[in-house]
């Protein structure tokens, strides 16, 4: 009898978790904001603010669960954006994802990298002190500034995925990375896996590789190298992978979402779910990444938790 209420009292526990958890994530939104910096002339004031308003489009496509800001000319001051900022961390929620994407013109005094924008100036450190006052735990930093490499040090944090368009802040010729990288998002080639979702990480690849790509077809020596590190270090490489630890973060980070799921069920109610999947499955592959840290028993109890909530999400998707 004794053993029978202890069973059930932990029963009792183990689904009240699986009900936080739940309402946690059906709950939970992706957040992106993106700017373009100066262009120093018309001619890149005009392709920066293309492409930032190409992004901005093409995350818009994913549905409800997302909010995209797009900041650009004269309105991407350093005063509007700690605005935004300021108003973002009183909205955004633990459970929460956030990216900030950057294009435009960086620059290293040998010290300090600095986003050019009008008016004064975003340092590096800038940056990463306006990032960590958002609240989401998952993070995605992409610099297509010439320069970025200079930024990685400072903005590199446990649970943050940094991604520069160059290796060092001495590679300071205008980037192409930025182009590559929208492409990334509506090219199906990028979506290496086949699963629909294009990740942080299969976009990086993309970019990296079409930017390689196009130095050797213009036959031009290559002044970026683009880096990515999701490991909490500085130390970024070009190609993540599980041999060097990096780029498992960045594989659980969606851009964009299935356009077949997108297109299964336009009620809201279908798309929280959906989104909730992809949540869940993120978080699966997140906590494995962590087994190694973590007390076997707590392991296996998240672990259990959130596949049970992952097969009931399912059997709702397909009712």
Known sequence: M????EMGGNLKVLAALAF????????????YVSVAGLGGTPEYEAQFAKWNAQLGDLLKKNGPGVTVETVAGASATRQNLERIFRRLADQIHSDDSFALLLIGHGTFDGTDYKFNIPGPDLTASDLAAMLNRIPAEEQLVVNMTSASGASLAALAKKGRIVITATK????????VFARYWIDALSDPGADTDKNGTVSALEAFRYAESKTAAYFQQEKLLATEHALLSDTGTAAGVRDPKPENGQGLLAATFPLLRP???????????KQRLLQKKQQLEARIDRLKYQKAAMPEEQYKQQLTALLLDLARTQAEIDR
Do not use: F, R, W
């Open 2 to 5: 004794a053993l029978a209420e």
């Open 20 to 31: 936080m958890v739940t309402t946690a994530l059906a709950n939970a939104s992706t957040y």
């Open 168 to 175: 060092s802040g001495t590679e300071k010729n205008v980037t």
């Open 259 to 269: 356009p077949s799921e997108l297109a299964q069920d336009t009620s809201p109610d």
